[in-house]
């Protein structure tokens, strides 16, 4: 677990946690919390159902208010924030829902992602320059979507639509995203490919992930932070903490990540 700062120092980390905590009346969802990740980073989050997890992701994002500790997203403190404060700071989050538009096209929906402009009708008649052309197109090619660009977003699959979501936040200019079981009623099929297409997103963006499916995070994980009851149990890499004996005792049982 790390000590406790009183501000962060290193210029490689992109989000840092110092002793978050949230209090419900009498009920620490999240207790004490510190954790940093690097910038281009993927962190997956484990822990089982009520160890804190989601609390965490809404107390980085803004949504719920802390009660203690601090987050800071690029050394810049963004704790108790207004969402879309931290939204401007770089913190760009996907939820198991999509937020879409679903009578436009998927290109279009980019295009709304990608521009400062407040409104969807203002956005609508925008023009993108070359440079935002080119970047849009090489977003499609990312998630996977360079096929279906003219596709009306309401009849793309459960996996592209989390895929469309997910090259918005990338054109939003989220260094930091936030991803809440990101495979949650995938096929088989489409959660390989979400695999891949978070694999690509290492080193340009840090991504901090919540995820139940183990073959997905033996796929993605570089290092794992594991929640129980709201505090950090343990922290490494796929093989230390499969064979963590707390772990196993708290969480994924006597036969480990499988």
Known sequence: ????????TQAQ???????????FSGFRAVDGVSMAVDHGELRVLLGANGAGKTTLMDLISGRTRSTEGHVY??????????????????VGRKFQIPSIFSGL????????AQSARPGVLANLRLRLGADE??????????IGLADAGETEA????????????LGMLML???????LDEPTAGMTQGETAKTAEIINRLKGSHTLLVVEHDMAFVRDIAERITVLHLGKVLAEGKVAFIENHPEVKAAYLGK????
């Open 133 to 142: 052309r080119v970047r849009l197109e090489e977003v499609l090619e990312t």
């Open 13 to 23: 980390t992109a989000l840092m946690l110092d002793g978050l905590a949230v209090d």
């Open 1 to 8: 677990m790390i000590a406790p700062i009183n501000a962060p």
């Open 105 to 112: 096209s998927v290109r279009k929906n980019l295009e709304v």
């Open 154 to 165: 309401g009849f793309l699959s459960h996996g592209q639509t989390q895929w469309l979501e």
């Open 255 to 258: 036969q480990g990540i499988s």
């Open 73 to 90: 997203v690029h050394g810049q403190e963004v704790t108790n924030q207004r969402e879309h404060k931290i939204a401007r700071a770089g």
């Open 172 to 178: 939003q200019n989220a260094s930091v995203i936030l």
